[in-house]
């Protein structure tokens, strides 16, 4: 019994702590498809950080990977020019309601915060740089 509450209020104060994080940076992708979702992420990605000519990415180049018959449609940022098809940067989305998820060396750089911030307000709809 007394296991058994000391592990009750090991739950209960993880999901309080949970319930306390940042919701802000989570996209409302309600009624979307992970695909509609990385539709504009990609679109706006290439827009505002290629098209642009934004410095912080001119040492990378944009492969969209939409048509993915994993169910994971994902964009990757991999370095321009390079012989290493590693990607540095892996955004996608799966799942219903979609769940975004990024990943890669680039998060572990300075622009970490800016590309996690890009990436939200592009799911959620907005087109702005």
């Not at 209960?12 to 509609?36: E, I, K, M, V």
């Not at 992420?41 to 912080?56: E, I, Q, R």
Request: aromatic content about 6%; glycine content about 8%.
């Amino acid at each position: 019994m007394h296991q058994r509450v000391g592990l009750l209020l090991v739950l209960f104060s993880t999901a309080a702590l949970a319930a306390c994080g940042p919701t802000s940076n989570r996209p409302s992708t309600q009624g979307q498809s992970a695909l509609d979702v990385m539709e504009r992420v990609a679109v706006a990605a290439n827009s505002c950080w290629f098209k642009s000519g934004d410095a912080a990415f001119q040492s990378y180049q944009l492969s969209p990977e939409l048509s993915s018959f994993s169910g994971r449609p994902r964009i990757l940022l991999v370095r321009k020019g390079s012989r290493d098809d590693r990607p540095v940067l892996v955004v996608q989305a799966e799942g219903t309601p979609p769940r975004l998820d990024a990943f890669g060396p680039l998060l572990n750089e300075d622009i970490a915060p800016r590309i996690r911030e890009d990436v939200v307000r592009w799911a959620n709809g907005n087109k702005g740089c």
